[in-house]
């Protein structure tokens, strides 16, 4: 069972550049999520999906976009990356919202330079 | 605004002692979220609180959560070097979880032979 899978792992991109970041579960369930963590600070929601088609910003959702054609696949689109996106993006699902906890992917290493 | 805010951020102890981690939250909840991380890698569930007075162990670590003080606490008994890692609390927000969770900035917790 492969649970939350992110790619890539690691990434450098100029500023102005464009990207997608991938995000894929297994699990089956409906509620997916996007976080940001920067150095030393907690984790916070940039965009959430509670079903295939819909999706809600979160927290900081700014200079992001994201979609969800299907209950597996949750990509994080950035348009024109800035040096503040530098960060640690995780993907996260949970199969029952504030029942069950949500399960996390490896991360995504971002640097925009 | 959900606020959660963890003390210590920052934690050197000794093997075979005992500490307590705290996290406060500033809106009602019921249910709150313990989890790790090492450095590098993704975070792991560690505790599930979903009541007031809901008490969770696993080996040596303890979670406690009071909804009516708005407190929860993570209780290390006789640490181990193992248990050096970053532990973060979560809050669900308004929607019941289904709009993500809210974190702590983390304690960093390191346990020294």
């Known amino acids: 069972n492969a649970g939350v899978t992110q790619t890539p792992k690691f990434r450098i991109l100029k500023i102005g550049q464009s990207m997608t970041l991938q995000c894929t579960q297994d699990m089956n369930h409906n509620y997916m999520y996007w976080y940001r963590q920067d150095p030393g600070m907690g984790l916070k929601l940039i965009y959430y999906s509670v079903g295939a088609g819909i999706t809600d910003k979160g927290e900081v959702p700014n200079g992001y976009n994201v979609s969800r054609s299907t209950t597996e696949d949750f990509p994080l689109r950035l348009e024109l990356a800035a040096p503040s996106q530098t960060s640690v993006y995780f993907c996260?699902?949970?199969?029952?919202?504030?029942?069950?906890?949500?399960?996390f992917g490896q991360g995504t290493r971002l640097t925009v330079v | 605004e959900l606020k959660v805010e963890q003390n210590p951020l920052f934690l050197s102890m000794q093997e075979g002692k005992n500490y307590t981690i705290y996290c406060n939250y500033s809106t009602t909840s019921d249910r709150l979220y313990w989890y790790r991380q090492d450095p590098g890698k993704s975070l792991e569930s560690l505790f599930v609180l979903l009541s007031n007075g809901a008490v969770k162990q696993e080996g040596r670590l303890m979670a406690s959560l009071d909804t009516k003080a708005r407190l929860s606490t993570l209780h290390i008994t006789a640490a181990v070097h193992d248990l050096s890692a970053t532990y973060f609390c979560?809050?669900?927000?308004?929607?019941?979880?289904?709009?993500?969770?809210?974190f702590g900035k983390g304690t960093h917790l390191i346990i020294q032979p």
């Open positions: 996260a699902s949970s199969y029952r919202a504030g029942v069950t906890e949500a399960f």
């Open positions: 979560a809050v669900e927000g308004p929607g019941g979880g289904a709009d993500g969770l809210t």
